[in-house]
């Protein structure tokens, strides 16, 4: 089993910023590639973003190229999202998730190719 914990949401004004966390715990963290997702309410679960467990190979959704960064920490077993130039329409609640036996240098954007998932953390973009 993989425990993740996600911290950082909040409320920011547009244009702002904020640094998402999540904490694994369980299992060895650099045995799966990570990603970030995020859903609201009445809306299908999003890909934001995901990172190899080389931490080499990454992959943004188009509405956040440029303005999101995914990185990871293999000895602190973290995995960060930093959200820079928010928009109101980032505003929902954030998903961390763990894929194991994803090959080293390689990720997907398929939230059914996950196998664990955090409880999310909202974060609230006002215009």
């Known amino acids: 089993q993989v425990q993740l914990v996600e911290s950082g949401g909040g409320l920011v004004q547009a244009g702002g910023s904020l640094r998402l966390s999540c904490v694994a715990s369980g299992r060895t963290f650099s045995n799966y590639a990570m990603g970030w997702f995020r859903q609201t309410p009445g809306r299908e679960r999003e890909f934001v973003a995901a990172?190899?467990?080389?931490?080499?190979?990454?992959n943004y959704a188009d509405s956040v190229k440029g303005r999101f960064t995914i990185s990871r920490d293999n000895a602190k077993n973290t995995v960060h999202l930093q959200m820079n130039s928010l928009k109101p329409e980032d505003t929902a609640v954030y998903y961390c998730?763990?894929?194991?036996?994803?090959?080293?240098?390689?990720?997907?954007?398929?939230?059914?190719?996950?196998?664990?998932w955090g409880q999310g953390t909202q974060v609230t973009v006002s215009s």
């Open positions: 990172i190899s467990r080389s931490g080499s190979t990454l």
């Open positions: 998730a763990a894929d194991l036996g994803r090959s080293y240098l390689s990720v997907t954007s398929t939230p059914d190719m996950y196998d664990y």
